[in-house]
């Protein structure tokens, strides 16, 4: 495994993170299985995991709390969201301040912790994040109840505003062979100290039409979130197939590997609920993807 720094936090982190939330986070999903992929993670060096407390019906935070139990957390990031919560029925926005502090505590309890390495704000309105409302949530730096803040969006105008601003240390984007709009966005975030990490590096499975391959409960979920959210990206993801015949990698540490090309990513994060595919993805570390195939995605994303 690879590491890069998180941009001006100090931080190093493995090159391929792991997304602690989806499937993985589900009471569905058996509870062993999901704390086996994170031992096996740690054990493919992987220090950067990536769960929010809304996810998964607010069940992910506490498993990955569980399954870190009894494990050394230095060095590793720990990443948390907060702003968005479950509220038994449904997820729930709140980026009252006081609730945010809330938000972290709770984080704290769940995953076992004192300070959270790294928090970040789940989806924050361009309007929310003002001067008062950022300087009240750095207290929780000032009080050392969190190390790094950061902004997850997939609003452009609202990555530019947290990639401007002196408070936020990382920010996290959408970013995908589906995506190279964000690049720019990526690099002018990177030009000014923050952190990057790249959430669905996967496209969430859309490429090469993998989402529509059905083969247990968990595929049923995928492709009905993704018929529901992303109909646009499984059109799109049909031109990659492509990506599968590249010799010498499969088609996720391809698409990986398209990820990490760009020097301004600090990690790639990926979601895997089979042990095969978390293997395959922490082998994509140091893949570099010849020149014709980086050409047929230029293609594929034009076309
Ligand atoms: N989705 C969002 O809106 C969102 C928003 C903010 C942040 N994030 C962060 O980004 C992380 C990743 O996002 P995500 O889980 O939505 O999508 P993703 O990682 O892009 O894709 C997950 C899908 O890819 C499949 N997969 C994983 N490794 C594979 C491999 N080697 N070969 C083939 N298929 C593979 C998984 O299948 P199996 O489960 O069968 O292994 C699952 O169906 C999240 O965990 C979260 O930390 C996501």
Known sequence: MRYRPLGSTGFSVSEIGFGCASWWGKRAFDEREAIRLVHAALEGGVTLFDTGAAYSEGNAEPRLGR???????????????????????????????????????????NLGLEALPLLQLHGPALGELTDAFLDRISGLKRRGLIRALGVNSFDPQVVALAAGRAEIDVVMVDYNVLRPERAPLIAEAAGQGKGVLAGMALAMGHTGGQVLKLRAPRDVWYALRALKNHRADIAKGARFGFLGDIPGMTGAQAALAYVLADPNVSSAVVGATRLAHLRDNLAASGITLPEPARAAIRRAQGG
């Not at 968005?84 to 938000?103: C, K, L, Y």
Request: no cysteine; net charge positive.
């Open 67 to 109: 399954a870190l139990k009894g494990r050394a957390t230095d060095g590793l990031v720990i990443a948390t969201k907060a702003g968005t919560r479950h509220d038994g029925r449904r997820v729930v926005r709140d980026f009252d301040p006081t609730a945010i502090e809330a938000s972290v505590e709770a984080s704290l309890r």
